[in-house]
């Protein structure tokens, strides 16, 4: 384009931000425009409404207003009665008021019931105290009505007054007490509405509270309650009620007992009424309540209640319902310590069953209930407590006193609790019908009062105070045995290698190996995805035996079976040592240990080898070992070379001069390499274990490193192997590590009990809490971590502190410790042979009898080389040991065998046997002797006097090789 100058003008032209109204746009905007037109509208038409309504307000008003000007008493009766309700919809707050005052006086003297049903109409349209307060006023109490019309009337009121106004609810209380009748739905609806809906629920609650106080609640409601939510409901008002009582309790009089009592009667007989499941399905809503009726008030009422009535302890259920039903366990321990704090409750329960044994009610609730509060009380009580009675407590605090326990009614419960779990065992429980848990419970407190005899021997020393009376006794020595003949005769030998078959199958088939290397960390090694472990494998054994087609066929053998691995104590001390041997007889045979030990391979090996099944253990286990460091050369030596450490051993030692001594390893110096090697391990002074006050090791916990874990597993092979070898060894375990040992299927948890053997000032100590009342635990300032928080110690939750101090000290603290001794003591002894045995008896088998000799046995197990037992010397030995005390007598073994007790199985059973060997006519020389062989060396003295003092002076003075 040219402009004026004749020049050519450049035009922008932008092409490409035009913009273009589409179809769609217009539609959308035709849209958009519609709807706000019609919201106008809709707005113009709302307007025009609420201006309809303000004029009609007003004109109704206006109305009113000149209505009660010029209304009579007698047409604002009228007028009340024919609109009843509607009036509050069209009267203002004032005016209603006023026409309610006009009427009230005509209303409440001549009113009849239909007046009244319009008053309850109006009633349940207002939340205004003052109109309803006016409206209660004009009711005419002489005119009856269906109560369910004033309780829908009221029902507002209830469940959204704002404040408190026991004005209001004494009336209300006062015309339900005129109207009340035995209806079932209107005592549903008046006893058993949701307090939890209510913003003020003290009102309602103060009209229960009276009617109750009048005795107008029926003993019965609860039999016609049919819902869960209804028992709950009543429950739970009921309590809040009685909170109420003792929040305002002072000097009851008799009528005030005798409603309280009604009152608690209700409550036990509606939680008698909740199942199992129906309170798993409704914790949430039930835990409050039990809280609450686990206090001492109401359970001291309860047993009053019971006394009351006959002394008929069938009122006790409850007590166990609730134990049942509580899922918190600060509440369980705390309704458990409440119901041991009534010494009447327990005594009458051991009266009921402990007077003599009997065969009923074994499944009853109260004899549930005992074997509950039995279980406690064993926990928290000392065996001194147990022999002597409890007068520690007792002095401390006179208000708490704590249940005695009887040991004649103790010995008679324990006689029907062993006919119990026998009888569900041997007989399929149909004498019984116990279910799991109450078996479970029963086998777990039987177990509890096995271990408490074994180490007191309480059922023994009741029978030597029987026979001091000069009253016979025909009871075998061994109380705990099952002497049923049939059970007896069994042999289940063929059982028992089936089921170390299966058990080293499953074990193999899920391979799970603990190893402790460099780091001291465990390695864990599951070979597949098979879940079975030491914790479960009995009872998947067991399981497959039950489902066997030899299973009928073989019946009581494998019955017989189940009760050696879960009561192994029905069957005598002496038959389970055998049984014990006869499974270590059975292992050796898989590893086929007593073969030929040099030669090469033979059928059987390449058998076992084609076959997957373990080879042959057949060649010795070579070591050089220094006596400056023992247990380091021998953790170097053997640690590493697994089940191979069930083999026999070939030991060289050198001495204190790195020379070898010369020997040939019969057997002697294996021993002599394991009792050496424990005497260095095992002891307070190692850096390994440390004493108790009474001088038993357990592991230590402080200074313990990581790459310690290493060495424990080893010693735990050691043992171990002390067990599979029969070689007593003199160590003596802490009873606390060895039950945490036999604990493994729950984690190696230790228990409350424990802490006595641990550390019995603690335990003193600790114990002294559970009777301290509320202000005397919240004078000690205690508190311990409950969910990542600081909790104060209370009444409540004192057993739950307990639990938490025993877990950090004999748990956590060490857990890594008994776990790693375990895996290695596992690797030679399998867990269910030990399970056959508890803590005192482990002990036994790992160290012998320690309660004296029997010369008589040691007489007749004797080797005496070149003496006769006619010598002279020989008859003066057995004089002096005669003669001696069984300290001293103890100390004679230790000198011969290097361990101060007799075997267990008699001294038939020492490999080498005892021997005496001629040590020439030198009188001057001292006994001496070869623990290695158990070999006394002994000059022919021929002297009694002089015999007696050399072998004293040799055993106090701890006197071994040729000492002179």
């Known amino acids: 384009m040219l402009n004026f100058t004749g020049q050519t003008r450049r035009r922008n032209i932008n092409l490409g931000n035009r913009n273009r109204t589409t179809k ?14 019609a919201n106008e509208k809709l707005q113009n038409t709302m307007i025009t409404r609420i201006q309809k309504k303000i004029r009609m307000y007003q004109q109704r008003m206006k109305t009113v207003n000149l209505l009660l000007n010029k209304i009579t008493v007698h047409q604002a009766k009228g007028f009340f009665l024919v609109y009843g309700g509607t009036i509050l919809q069209f009267f203002a707050r004032e005016s209603f008021l006023k026409l309610c005052k006009l009427t009230k006086n005509g209303l409440h003297l001549t009113g ?18 003052e109109i309803l307060e006016l409206l209660l006023d004009m009711i005419n109490i002489s005119q009856h009505i269906d109560l369910s019309y004033f309780l829908h009337g009221i029902n507002n009121y209830f469940e959204k007054s704002p404040i408190e106004n026991f004005k209001i609810s004494q009336k209300i209380s006062k015309i339900i007490e005129k109207w009340i009748t035995l209806d079932k739905s209107t005592l549903t609806s008046l006893y058993c509405k949701d307090i939890c809906k209510m913003r003020t629920p003290m009102n309602y609650l103060f009209v229960i509270n009276e009617l109750i106080r009048k005795n107008l609640i029926p003993i019965t409601i609860y039999e016609d309650l049919y819902e869960v939510t209804d028992i709950i409901r009543l429950l739970n008002n009921l309590v809040a009620i009685k909170q109420i009582q003792i929040s305002q309790s002072g000097a009851e009089e008799e009528e005030e007992k005798e409603n309280n009592n009604t009152l608690i009667l209700i409550i036990t007989k509606c939680l008698d009424k909740i199942s199992p499941e129906i309170a798993e399905n409704y914790q949430k809503e039930l835990q409050p309540i039990l809280d609450i009726i686990s206090q001492k008030t109401y359970i001291d009422q309860i047993y009053l209640i019971s006394q009351s009535q006959n002394n008929n302890i069938q009122n006790y259920d409850i007590f166990l319902l609730l134990l049942m039903f509580n899922r918190d366990i600060d509440s369980r321990y705390s309704l458990l310590i409440t119901l041991l704090g009534n010494p009447f409750i327990l005594s009458s329960l051991m009266s009921k069953f402990g007077k003599t044994p009997t065969t009923t009610e074994v499944n009853s609730n109260q004899f549930q209930l005992l074997v509950q509060l039995l279980d406690f009380k064993l926990t928290l009580m000392t065996d001194h407590e147990l022999l002597y009675g409890d007068t520690k407590n007792q002095m401390h605090n006179d208000t708490n006193q704590t249940s005695t326990i009887s040991l004649i009614e103790l010995k008679n419960f324990t006689i029907e609790l062993k006919n119990v779990i026998f009888r569900t065992i041997w007989e399929n ?4 019908q116990l279910t799991e848990n109450q078996y479970n419970d029963c086998l777990n407190l039987l177990k509890k009062i096995y271990l408490k005899d074994s180490r007191t021997r309480m059922f023994q020393t009741i029978n030597e105070t029987v026979n001091r009376n000069g009253k016979t006794n025909d009871e075998t020595k061994d109380f705990w045995s099952i002497n049923d003949k049939d059970f007896q005769r069994i042999n289940i030998s063929n059982e028992m290698n089936e089921y170390e078959h299966k058990y080293r199958v499953l074990i193999n088939e899920n391979e799970e190996e603990e190893d402790y290397e460099d780091d001291g960390d465990v390695v864990m090694k599951q070979g597949n995805d098979r879940s079975y472990n030491k914790e479960t494998i009995s009872r998947v054994i067991l399981n497959i035996f039950s489902n066997s087609s030899s299973f009928k066929t073989y019946n009581k053998q494998y019955k017989k079976l189940r009760i050696l691995i879960e009561v192994p104590f029905f069957i005598p001390f002496h038959e389970r040592i055998e049984l014990f041997n006869l499974f270590i007889a059975m292992d050796k045979s898989r590893l ?9 391979i033979n059928i059987n090996n390449l058998t076992s080898f084609l076959t997957g099944t373990r080879s042959s253990i057949s060649m010795r286990q070579h070591a050089t070992i220094s006596r400056k460091n023992l247990l380091k050369d021998a953790f170097e030596s053997f640690n590493k070379i697994g089940e191979r450490f069930k083999g026999k051993l070939s030991v060289q030692f050198k001495n204190e001069f790195d020379e070898i001594e010369v020997g040939i390893d019969g057997g002697g110096i294996s021993k002599e390499f394991l009792t050496s090697l424990c005497a260095e391990s095992f002891n307070g002074d190692s850096r390994l274990f440390q004493n108790n006050e009474q001088y038993e090791i357990y592991p230590k916990v402080e200074g313990i490193k990581s790459e310690d874990m290493r060495y424990y597993w080893f010693l735990g092979k050691v043992i171990g192997k002390c067990l599979y070898e029969h070689t007593l060894v003199d160590v003596q375990f802490a009873p606390f590590f060895l039950r945490k040992l036999l604990n493994y299927k729950n984690q190696f948890k230790s228990n409350i009990d424990d802490l006595n053997n641990y550390d019995p000032t603690i335990y003193e100590n600790l114990m002294k809490l559970i009777h301290m009342n509320e202000e005397e635990l919240m004078t ?13 110690v209370n009444k409540r939750n004192v057993i739950r502190y307990l639990m938490e101090y025993c877990n950090r000290k004999l748990n956590e603290e060490l857990n890594r410790q008994t776990r790693a001794f375990h895996g290695g003591l596992s690797v030679i002894i399998a867990p269910h042979w030990m399970d056959m045995f508890n803590s005192i008896e482990l002990q036994e088998l790992i160290s012998g009898d320690g309660n004296d000799i029997d010369l008589m046995d040691l007489k007749n197990n004797i080797n005496y080389g070149i003496y006769d037992q006619k010598d002279l010397t020989i008859q003066y030995l057995w004089e002096v040991l005669e003669e001696m005390d069984s300290k001293e007598r103890l100390k004679f073994v230790k000198f011969v065998t290097s361990i101060p007790r007799a075997p267990l199985q008699g001294f038939g059973s020492l490999n080498p046997k005892f021997g005496i060997h001629n040590a020439g006519d030198n009188t001057n020389l001292l006994p001496t002797a070869s623990t290695c062989v158990n070999l006394l060396k002994l000059p022919n003295y021929r002297n009694k006097e002089l015999l007696r003092s050399k072998l004293l002076y040799a ?6 090789f040729d000492l002179s």
């Open 24 to 37: 769609n746009d217009l539609l959308q905007n035709a849209q958009r425009e519609r709807e706000k037109r």
């Open 780 to 792: 000690m300032d205690l508190s311990f971590k409950k969910n990542g928080e600081d909790e104060k």
């Open 112 to 129: 009849d019931s239909f007046s009244n049903i319009q008053i309850c109409n109006m009633m349940l349209l207002t939340e205004d105290s």
């Open 955 to 960: 055993i106090n003075a701890g006197a071994g």
């Open 592 to 600: 086929r240990i007593n073969d030929e030990e040099d030669g090469g």
């Open 429 to 432: 429980g149909q004498t019984n």
